[in-house]
Structures are given as C-alpha cells and as structure tokens.
C-alpha cells in the first residue's frame, strides 16, 4: 500500500499577525473574534468559541463531555496543558461495582459515565490564561442561546 503523508488541501493558507480564529461554523468563529477585539487574548477566545459551538452545533459539541488544551504563552515562551477530563462521582467505588455482580468495569452502563468537565475546563483555562472574566466570554452565546 502506498501512503502520502503530505497533506495537499484545496483551501488557500491564512494569516494573521493580530489574531484568528477557525471554525467550522461562522457564528463561532465570530465569538472568538469579538472576544479578541474586546481585548481578550487566545484563552478568552477559545472559550467563547467554544460555548458558540454548544449553542450553533449542539449535536457535535456540548457541555456534556471534557475540554483538553494546549496553550501557548508568548511572554514566558511555554507551552501548558490542561486536561478538564470529567471526574468519576465521588460516591463511587470499585466495592460498589463489583456488589452489583461486575468483575470488571462495566463500559456500556451509568457506572462508566464520568461527570462532565467541560464547564470546569474552561473556568481552570481562564483563571490561569485569560484576561476576561468568564460570565464576559460566555456572554455571545448567551445571548445567540
């Protein structure tokens, strides 16, 4: 089998000095845009890009599920991860699974759903990122909601 590993795409490159924002739905990707010229930097964006997307496309995202990030600091030339992947529930217990007569975790049950960290992802990626506070950034989609 042969394999190309150059990626050819039919679309032009864009640039931009000052700031971009790329998604594939237009009302997202102006949220982000209107953060960044209200003085929010790449956090506060893609935040509001985001909550944008629960709201325009909430069959392909939602707040249901978790939020990973990697974030570029210009000034202190580093680069962070967050992982907002959600929490098993603190009740939970391995005793309680196994009492319900599994030997093993079960994968297509209640009991393998974690506890959505979408929201809290995106509260931890502001406080340590972000310029604006997070009821500013949520606000364009509040207001499409």
């Known amino acids: ?22 998604t594939g739905q237009p009302l997202a990707a102006q949220a982000g845009l209107d953060i960044l010229k209200a003085g ?5 964006a893609a935040v509001a890009t985001a909550a944008m997307l629960n709201v ?10 978790d939020c990973f990030a990697l974030y570029w600091d210009a000034e202190t030339k580093q680069v962070t991860a967050l992982n907002g992947s959600g929490r098993a529930p603190a009740a939970a217990s391995i005793a309680d699974v196994r009492r319900l007569g599994y030997t093993a975790m079960p994968a297509f049950t209640g009991h ?9 992802g995106w509260s931890d990626l502001l406080e340590r990122h972000g310029r604006l506070a997070l009821a500013d950034v949520l606000q364009p989609a509040i207001w499409t909601a």
Not at 4 to 18: E, I, Q, W
Not at 40 to 44: I, K, M, Q
Not at 112 to 120: D, F, L, N, W
């Open 1 to 22: 089998m042969k394999f190309d590993a150059v990626f050819r795409s039919r679309r032009s490159n864009v640039l931009s000095t000052r700031g971009i924002v790329a």
């Open 40 to 44: 929010g930097n790449a956090a506060d």
């Open 56 to 65: 325009v496309e909430p069959t392909s995202t939602g707040i249901g599920g």
């Open 112 to 120: 393998a759903v974690s506890i959505p960290g979408t929201v809290a």
